[in-house]
């Protein structure tokens, strides 16, 4: 089973974030990036045998990992929805979230799923299959103007208006479809040199617009507001600015804009206390063995 799991998703900062779930007998958590399975297990592994694991994750494929256990429940959905599908489970309060927002290993060696530049394949990259808008339907109908905000914004990418000028010029001659037609249009805007990073950057920002990411987390961190206990963890492991500002954000002021809203007093009004006021980051062990781990960034909060 090990071995299945690490060609999956090898966990990120596995040991760190389980122990900031400071998890209790008979406690109820919840895991919304279900994935390979790998924190999940490491939960129930670590949990006595009264406590509850409700696992989240829109992906048909991460359905397959399902744990066999009486204290598991896979709830197949998107985690934006944790409020509704808790409530649809008769949970009222958890006492502990944890979201790895790092997209599977599994995702990136999937040729079908085309979240890789290291593939040909369809310009799809849905994390679930089920849902409408792919990839190539965004290169092909959104405005250009739209196009460039969104490489601005998700991809941080200095030449955005240069990149949506040059895929709305192809695609009037023929639609974009694949990774390789994409690739094609937007290689020779990069210089060799910084070729990879660039179209590691132009993919993300596709992936994130495609699923909707930012306004999911959103959701989910207000959510998590609102279901975790007096004393209940958030346990948040991020992996680009953009991510990390929202969950830093929320930790700190109780919304995901960072706008700090204070008493009569002048205390800082909000929801959460931060557990790790340093952000936690992989060992050089962990990175050597995953280098994945390298970009992430584990942030831990406590209900007040």
Known sequence: MQAEEQTYHIPVLLNESIEGMNLQPGGIYVDVTFGGGGHSKEILRKGDKTIRLYSFDQDEDAEK???????????????????????????????????????????????????????????????NKRAGMTAADVVNNYEEERLADIFYLYGELKNSRKLASALVKARNIQPITTIG???????????????????????????????????????????????????????????????????????????VEGKAEQDFFGNLQTPFKTVNNKVIVASDEEVARNPRSRSAKLRIAEKK
């Open 65 to 127: 990992n399902a744990v066999n256990d009486e204290r598991f429940t896979f709830v197949r959905s998107n985690f934006r929805y944790l409020y509704n599908f808790l409530r649809y489970h008769g949970v009222e309060q958890v006492d502990g979230i944890l979201a790895d927002l790092g997209v599977s290993s599994h995702h990136f060696d999937d040729s079908e799923r085309g979240f890789s530049f290291r593939f040909d394949g369809k310009l799809d990259m849905r994390m």
């Open 181 to 255: 037609e994409f690739l094609n249009i937007v290689k020779p805007m990069f210089g060799r040199e910084r070729e990879k990073k660039e179209l590691a950057k132009v993919f993300q920002a596709l992936r994130i617009e495609v699923n909707q990411e930012m306004e999911a987390l959103k959701e989910m961190l207000q959510s998590a507001s609102e279901v975790l206990k007096p004393g209940g963890r958030l346990v948040v492991i991020t992996y680009h600015s953009l991510e990390d500002r929202m969950v830093k954000n929320m930790m700190k002021t109780g919304n």
